[in-house]
T-cell receptor, first 112, second 107 residues
């Protein structure tokens, strides 16, 4: 039982490149979330999903896209990487919108 | 006003000491509350939920004050391993995270 798995763990991108951050869960949770955390700051919600085929914007969605074709997977796509997107990205899952969330161990992304 | 505000600290305490800190929230309709622990930029991990009547988990005690819209965390008999950043999390229709309170326990 791996819980929430994020890949890659680290990545360096050049400005304007694109990439997909992967998140997979084996907890059979309907709710999945993507957050970013900048140094010294709290987590900010980028996108979330309440089930396969359903996604919605969070607090800071600009520059990102998501899809949720299966319960298990919730990839986050950066189309045109910008230095402002340098951050640590966490994926999380939960059983409901008032339940605690379980986090993956993060993807550290630098855009130069 | 931020949805969730925390004193960033750091709280620097000796082993065995008691340390306590608060978190305020802006939405009076918020329904559930949690404390998470985050070590050195690793993933946040659930420490405990916060119940209306207050609750304990070993050396950790959480309290909720709805009238003043704050929750608190108290750590008794601090251990070196308690050094971390503690995130206050408030849930209305989504989870809102505070920026965290850093606690450093020294030998």
């Amino acid at each position: 039982n791996a819980g929430v798995t994020q890949t890659p763990k680290f990545r360096i991108l050049k400005i304007g490149q694109s990439m997909t951050l992967q998140c997979t869960q084996d907890m059979n949770h309907n709710y999945m979330y993507w957050y970013r955390q900048d140094p010294g700051m709290g987590l900010k919600l980028i996108y979330y999903s309440v089930g396969a085929g359903i996604t919605d914007k969070g607090e800071v969605p600009n520059g990102y896209n998501v899809s949720r074709s299966t319960t298990e997977d919730f990839p986050l796509r950066l189309e045109l990487a910008a230095p402002s997107q340098t951050s640590v990205y966490f994926c999380a899952t939960g059983q409901g919108n008032r339940q605690p969330q379980h986090f993956g161990d993060g993807t550290r992304l630098s855009i130069l | 006003r931020k949805e969730v505000e925390q004193d960033p600290g750091p709280f620097n305490v000796p082993e065995g000491a008691t340390v306590a800190f608060n978190c305020t929230y802006s939405n009076s309709a918020s329904q559930s509350f949690f404390w998470y622990r985050q070590d050195c930029r690793k993933e946040p991990k659930l420490l405990m939920s916060v119940y209306s009547s207050g609750n304990e988990d070993g050396r950790f005690t959480a309290q909720l004050n709805r009238a003043s819209q704050y929750i608190s965390l108290l750590i008794r008999d601090s251990k070196l391993s308690d050094s971390a950043t503690y995130l206050c999390v408030v849930n209305d229709y989504k989870l809102s995270f505070g920026a965290g309170t850093t606690v450093t326990v020294r030998a």
